[in-house]
T-cell receptor
Framework: DTGVSQDPRHKITKRGQNVTFRCDPI?????LYWYRQTLGQGPEFLTY????????KSRLLSDRFSAERPKGSFSTLEIQRTEQGDSAMYLC????????????FGPGTRLTVT | AQSVTQLGSHVSVSEGALVLLRCNYS??????LFWYVQYPNQGLQLLLK??????LVKGINGFEAEFKKSETSFHLTKPSAHMSDAAEYFC????????????FGKGTRLHILP
């Protein structure tokens, strides 16, 4: 399978705990995006990388959120001191380049904060 | 700033009937426009996209969309609905610089009636 993969697929955590999600993009894709999707909403942009450089962060990305793509391949999204409002589906996508190119989405990580 | 409005959070059509999902966009620059589909428990999949050139765009699974600049619309159609078309559909527009993130609408859930 050469698509975008995400791990874990589901995560249940208690409020205040830290969580980390991983995204493995399609190997030749240099752009990697993170989105958050809540029930009844479309994906909301969080951040994106061009290779290892983080080029933009949404205002949705509070100080408790941090994303990395250390070698320009896989990426991690960490949420510190989780809150119930962080419960959502976290989607990762990758593309060959700018928005002209199709973004390929992974299956997502569903986070539930209790 | 770019934005997308999808009219109707739920649309029901009979099997074999015309599918019409409405999307209006706002963009200060000539937009790139997209339709994505999301099946239950799966990631988003690109149906079709408009970048430049022909305003009638054909996509996968028999779907097509027409870019109408004067109406700032990009409605999605399919002549004959199939049960397998039941899913959530997202219209999206590229970001300010056409070179970065994609901004999604809230989605329209399509129900197919037997």
């Amino acid at each position: 399978d050469t698509g975008v993969s995400q791990d874990p697929r589901h995560k249940i955590t208690k409020r205040g705990q830290n969580v980390t999600f991983r995204c493995d993009p399609i190997s030749e894709h240099n752009r990697l995006y993170w989105y958050r999707q809540t029930l009844g909403q479309g994906p909301e942009f969080l951040t994106y990388f061009q290779n290892e450089a983080q080029l933009e962060k949404s205002r949705l990305l509070s100080d408790r959120f941090s994303a990395e793509r250390p070698k320009g391949s896989f990426s991690t999204l960490e949420i510190q001191r989780t809150e119930q409002g962080d419960s959502a589906m976290y989607l990762c996508a990758s593309s060959l380049g700018q928005s002209l190119y199709e973004q390929y989405f992974g299956p997502g990580t569903r986070l539930t904060v209790t | 700033a770019q934005s997308v409005t999808q009219l109707g959070s739920h649309v029901s059509v009979s099997e074999g009937a015309l599918v019409l999902l409405r999307c209006n966009y706002s963009s200060s620059v000539p937009p790139y426009l997209f339709w994505y589909v999301q099946y239950p428990n799966q990631g988003l999949q690109l149906l079709l996209k408009y970048t430049t050139g022909a305003t009638l765009v054909k996509g996968i699974n028999g779907f097509e969309a027409e870019f109408k600049k004067s109406e700032t619309s990009f409605h999605l159609t399919k002549p004959s609905a199939h049960m397998s078309d039941a899913a959530e559909y997202f219209c999206a527009v590229s970001g300010m610089n056409r070179d970065d993130k994609i901004i999604f609408g809230k989605g329209t859930r399509l129900h197919i009636l037997p």
